[in-house]
């Protein structure tokens, strides 16, 4: 065998060594992956990305964040995707603003051979996504509103509810948090799949709050010039919470006679449900959300396998608890020390 010979076949070994390597399974090392926040201000949204850098840095992966501008930014995740496409991402872990609307965008990425899997937030349809990590937003909601019906009792038949939802569009954990407040406290959601549709007496209106304590603040005020009556208060999380409250204490009905719920579980949250701003709050794990969501994208690319919904749901549901210091007989909660030692934020 001549020399030039034996140069062919060692350099048709390399390459078949190099083609192996680059079509057989990705190492943990290899392993890019995308996440998409709604924004970068939320401490959930800080904690997700707490989590998905601690568990990409023990597995040896790497995650790079975007985020929205401003809580309902479809425009900001959109290039975000298409840029992750481009950088060749494995996979793509979203907390979508829009559910409806970033559904074309996540199928370019799974066209592309990227795992695409939501956080918190199911898409519109949830099938649209390879797989979704989040709370049972139905339950979270579902657990104020039976804790509001049990401490009004009686009252609750003639309570005066307000609503501060988050966004116009109601994407499907505004939804489903909503619907199941309505539910546990004794109002038919009608069409759970949407709100607005309601016809209970009790309802005093809604407003789009976009899950700041500004739109609390906001929300509240404006709800209160149509009712001076309200005794109970729903809002889709914790900062608009806190926004709403102001907006009582400035009208001096903070003494206790309204009654507020919601829904996160971060330590800020917590804080103002021992403090008694907030009654009673269904805490959820972000953190769980997005390190389930690194390790099922490292799965994807070194074995192909996809993650699996918990039995009997069509996602993987990461928990969630009440937290209130006001119990009340018949429901399950953890207290605020409790809740403290969980919290994120």
Same mark, same amino acid.
């Given at each position: 065998?001549?020399?030039?010979?034996?140069?062919?076949?060692?350099?048709?070994?390399?390459?078949?060594?190099?083609?192996?390597?680059?079509?057989?399974?990705?190492?943990?090392?290899?392993?890019?992956?995308?996440?998409?926040?709604?924004?970068?201000?939320?401490?959930?949204?800080?904690?997700?990305?707490?989590?998905?850098?601690?568990?990409?840095?023990?597995?040896?992966?790497?995650?790079?964040?975007?985020?929205?501008?401003?809580?309902?930014?479809?425009?900001?995740?959109?290039?975000?995707?298409?840029?992750?496409?481009?950088?060749?991402?494995?996979?793509?872990?979203?907390?979508?603003?829009?559910?409806?609307?970033?559904?074309?965008?996540?199928?370019?990425?799974?066209?592309?051979?990227?795992?695409?899997?939501?956080?918190?937030?199911?898409?519109?349809?949830?099938?649209?996504?390879?797989?979704?990590?989040?709370?049972?937003?139905?339950?979270?909601?579902?657990?104020?509103?039976?804790?509001?019906?049990?401490?009004?009792?009686?009252?609750?038949?003639?309570?005066?509810?307000?609503?501060?939802?988050?966004?116009?569009?109601?994407?499907?954990?505004?939804?489903?948090?909503?619907?199941?407040?309505?539910?546990?406290?004794?109002?038919?959601?009608?069409?759970?799949?949407?709100?607005?549709?309601?016809?209970?007496?009790?309802?005093?209106?809604?407003?789009?709050? @976009?899950?700041? %304590?500004? &739109?609390?603040?906001?929300?509240?005020?404006?709800?209160? *010039?149509?009712?001076? +009556? #309200? !005794?109970?208060?729903?809002?889709?999380?914790?900062?608009?919470?806190?926004?709403?409250?102001?907006?009582?204490?400035?009208?001096?009905?903070?003494?206790?006679?309204?009654?507020?719920?919601?829904?996160?579980?971060?330590?800020?949250?917590?804080?103002?449900?021992?403090?008694?701003?907030?009654?009673?709050?269904?805490?959820?794990?972000?953190?769980?959300?997005?390190?389930?969501?690194?390790?099922?994208?490292?799965?994807?690319?070194?074995?192909?396998?996809?993650?699996?919904?918990?039995?009997?749901? @069509?996602?993987? %549901?990461? &928990?969630?608890?009440?937290?209130?210091?006001?119990?009340? *007989?018949?429901?399950? +909660? #953890? !207290?605020?020390?409790?809740?403290?030692?969980?919290?994120?934020?």
């Amino acid at each position: 065998m001549t020399l030039h010979s034996r140069s062919a076949i060692w350099l048709l070994a390399a390459v078949a060594v190099l083609v192996a390597g680059t079509a057989g399974p990705a190492r943990a090392a290899d392993v890019f992956i995308g996440l998409i926040t709604k924004t970068d201000s939320n401490p959930f949204f800080v904690k997700m990305r707490e989590g998905a850098d601690a568990t990409a840095k023990k597995v040896g992966a790497r995650v790079q964040s975007f985020a929205g501008k401003f809580d309902g930014d479809n425009d900001t995740q959109v290039a975000a995707i298409e840029n992750l496409i481009s950088a060749g991402a494995k996979g793509i872990l979203i907390t979508p603003s829009d559910t409806k609307a970033i559904v074309p965008t996540v199928k370019k990425a799974r066209d592309a051979g990227i795992l695409v899997i939501a956080l918190d937030t199911p898409l519109e349809p949830i099938e649209a996504a390879d797989a979704t990590f989040a709370t049972d937003n139905f339950k979270a909601g579902l657990l104020i509103g039976e804790w509001a019906a049990k401490t009004l009792g009686a009252k609750t038949k003639t309570a005066h509810v307000a609503f501060l939802d988050a966004l116009e569009n109601q994407p499907t954990v505004d939804v489903a948090r909503d619907q199941g407040f309505m539910k546990g406290f004794g109002i038919d959601p009608k069409d759970t799949s949407r709100y607005l549709d309601e016809d209970d007496k009790r309802i005093v209106g809604h407003f789009w709050a @976009k899950g700041s %304590d500004e &739109g609390g603040r906001t929300g509240m005020e404006t709800l209160l *010039q149509k009712d001076p +009556s #309200i !005794n109970v208060v729903y809002t889709i999380n914790e900062p608009t919470a806190a926004g709403a409250y102001e907006a009582l204490k400035a009208a001096g009905k903070a003494d206790g006679s309204v009654l507020v719920v919601s829904v996160d579980g971060g330590c800020p949250g917590v804080k103002n449900v021992k403090a008694g701003v907030i009654g009673a709050t269904s805490q959820q794990y972000p953190l769980l959300m997005a390190s389930k969501g690194v390790e099922a994208v490292v799965e994807f690319a070194k074995t192909g396998k996809k993650p699996k919904p918990t039995p009997g749901l @069509k996602f993987f %549901d990461t &928990g969630v608890q009440l937290i209130t210091d006001k119990p009340v *007989q018949g429901l399950k +909660s #953890i !207290n605020t020390a409790e809740g403290l030692k969980l919290c994120w934020g």
